[in-house]
């Protein structure tokens, strides 16, 4: 089982600018997990919003996120951060982490919430105009 915890929610204005964090762990220490991060507002679904692979680092962002954050690993393992700049108040959103473990030697990048097999707690962003 891969456990998961996202932290660096908060209220800013628009414009501002937050840092997510996740890290993921399981059983297996060499595995490196493809990772997601996914919000979900008040009354709407749960959307992709950016997704890392687990080999190359190949990313992926939802266009209404595109040149505004950055999804990126840490130096330590399994480790994920969620830069986001020029926040407006349509991102005000619960913030969750995602990971899934390699299925095999290919480089894995899921943009679909099915397919990732653990998910952390969930994380507030708030932004006011």
């Known amino acids: 089982q891969v456990q998961v915890a996202e932290s660096g929610g908060g209220a800013v204005q628009a414009g501002g600018s937050l840092r997510l964090s996740c890290v993921a762990s399981?059983?297996?220490?060499?595995?490196?997990?493809?990772m997601g991060w996914f919000r979900q507002a008040p009354g709407k679904e749960r959307e992709a919003v950016a997704a890392i692979s687990n080999k190359i680092g190949r990313t992926y962002y939802v266009e209404s996120v595109e040149g505004r954050f950055t999804i990126a690993r840490g130096n330590a393992k399994n480790t994920v951060y969620l830069a986001m700049n020029s926040l407006r108040p349509e991102d005000t959103a619960v913030y969750y982490c995602?990971?899934?473990?390699?299925?095999?030697?290919?480089?894995?990048?899921?943009?679909?919430?099915?397919?990732?097999?653990?998910w952390g707690q969930g994380t507030q962003v708030t932004v006011s105009s």
């Open positions: 995602a990971a899934r473990s390699p299925t095999g030697p290919a480089d894995d990048l899921y943009t679909r919430a099915e397919f990732y097999e653990s």
């Open positions: 399981g059983r297996t220490p060499t595995n490196t997990y493809s």
